[in-house]
């Protein structure tokens, strides 16, 4: 039987050709950094509100409303409303944070290839016994935002990568600032001193402050601290530490006018809390009751 061709035909054929192409695509699961020899991730589910979420891996961490979160073998990867910015959580073993960092490319997108620009170590906080911040090199034309948070706990890594455009990491700031906020390691407790007594500001706990002070005065290149404190109403200790100015030999004495004056006890608590040099004995005292501390700049 003849059958009339038509000029339409041969177009007809080549549509048919690339639907038949394009069809075992379609099928396959959603991959990460959209690579095929990423990991292979979850349909992507929204979330309604701030939501806590695991990775894989027993990390813990809050997934902002509104995102999507997509889940893979020891990766989770969260996208807000725009598409063109994901943040991906990978736990990695590794023996350094460099190794942490490349193991998680190479499982949410394969084929990154940018640069290191800076790396910058964070100290140790909220069960991470180190982090380290990775910016990569971008150019000012494609306004990209790309950084990898290197974090360890025990011998096991987490890396939060930001894989994102400037408009939108701008816009979400604060959704992204909640997730890497949120970010605690497998099993992790914070710490609470609700019924547990307090140690008395003895003479031994405040040379162990003194002690913390200085070191904190090396570490932040602050010349001079004057400071008291006071434990159940009374003044058990009040002294200078160090120089008025870097680079001159007066020292700090009952005279000097500080630029910044005091500080409440909350705040140096909260400090002191935070703080992994100070013993844990110390970090106890609600002798700090008030503690005026002020620093010279």
Sequence with gaps: ??????????????????????????????????????????????????????????????????????????????????????????????????????????????????????????????????????????SPNERAAVQAFALRAGTGWTVAIVDGTDPTVEKRSAAIGLVFASLRPKDYKRESFAGRTAHPLDDAHIVLLKRFVEDSMRQLGVPGVGMALIDNGRVVYQGRLGVRQLGKPELVDENTVFMAAWRLARTTMAQLRSSPSIPEPLALNSSLGTALASACL
């Design 1 to 138: 039987m003849w059958i009339r061709k038509s000029p339409f035909s041969g177009r007809f054929s080549a549509v048919l050709l690339v639907l038949a192409f394009l069809a075992p695509l379609a099928a396959s699961p959603r991959r990460a950094g959209g690579s095929q020899t990423a990991q292979q991730l979850s349909t992507p589910a929204k979330v309604a509100a701030d939501s806590p979420r695991i990775t894989p891996g027993g990390t813990s961490f809050k997934v902002p409303s509104e995102w999507s979160i997509a889940t893979g073998k020891n990766i989770v990867v969260l996208q807000p409303p725009e598409p063109d910015t994901h943040i991906a959580i990978v736990d990695v073993p590794a023996s350094d944070a460099r190794n942490a960092v490349s193991a998680a490319w190479a499982a949410y997108k394969p084929e990154f290839k940018r640069p290191i620009k800076l790396v910058t170590p964070r100290p140790a906080k909220e069960g991470w016994a180190e982090r380290q911040i990775f910016d990569y090199e971008t």
